[in-house]
């Protein structure tokens, strides 16, 4: 029996810069906001998002983020406005992300992602909007 194991070009990122946003305008912009609860972290908009050449592929994606957040299951449904399945979340931390994605065909790909945008939080040049 020859069976086949279907492998997908396909990574899950994170950004402060938004994805849809590249090439299209060479400003870095990204928000951060001050927490509101009894911490006085700043929170930073971050965008996750999937990219490869077989995005075609992808029907829809589902995010599972720190069960700190209210509502940690995101689903998203690849539509024409959102090739990327991009979810924009608020966070001021970094932890791992467990991603499931669901091809054309109803078959499941499963993935982790640490989140890394820490990095970007430090680019110089970066032209940073206070959202209320």
Same mark, same amino acid.
Do not use: Q
């Given at each position: 029996?020859?069976?086949?194991?279907?492998?997908?070009?396909?990574?899950?990122?994170?950004?402060?810069?938004?994805?849809?946003?590249?090439?299209?305008?060479?400003?870095?912009?990204?928000?951060? $906001? *001050?927490?509101?609860?009894?911490?006085? @972290? !700043?929170?930073?908009?971050?965008?996750?998002? +999937? =990219?490869? /050449?077989?995005?075609?592929?992808? $029907? *829809?994606?589902?995010?599972?983020?720190? @069960? !700190?957040?209210?509502?940690?299951?995101?689903? +998203? =449904?690849? /539509?024409?406005?959102?090739?990327?399945?991009?979810?924009?979340?608020?966070?001021?931390?970094?932890?791992?992300?467990?991603?499931?994605?669901?091809?054309?065909?109803?078959?499941?790909?499963?993935?982790?992602?640490?989140?890394?945008?820490?990095?970007?939080?430090?680019?110089?040049?970066?032209?940073?909007?206070?959202?209320?």
């Amino acid at each position: 029996m020859n069976s086949r194991v279907k492998t997908y070009d396909i990574k899950v990122r994170d950004s402060i810069f938004s994805p849809n946003k590249k090439g299209v305008n060479k400003e870095l912009i990204a928000h951060y $906001k *001050k927490n509101t609860s009894r911490s006085s @972290k !700043t929170l930073y908009k971050v965008y996750l998002f +999937i =990219e490869g /050449k077989d995005l075609p592929f992808i $029907k *829809k994606v589902k995010y599972t983020l720190h @069960k !700190t957040f209210r509502n940690p299951v995101k689903t +998203i =449904e690849r /539509k024409s406005d959102n090739t990327n399945c991009s979810l924009v979340i608020w966070t001021w931390g970094l932890f791992n992300i467990k991603v499931e994605l669901e091809d054309i065909n109803g078959e499941i790909i499963h993935m982790n992602h640490y989140l890394n945008y820490g990095s970007e939080v430090k680019t110089k040049g970066v032209n940073w909007i206070s959202t209320t």
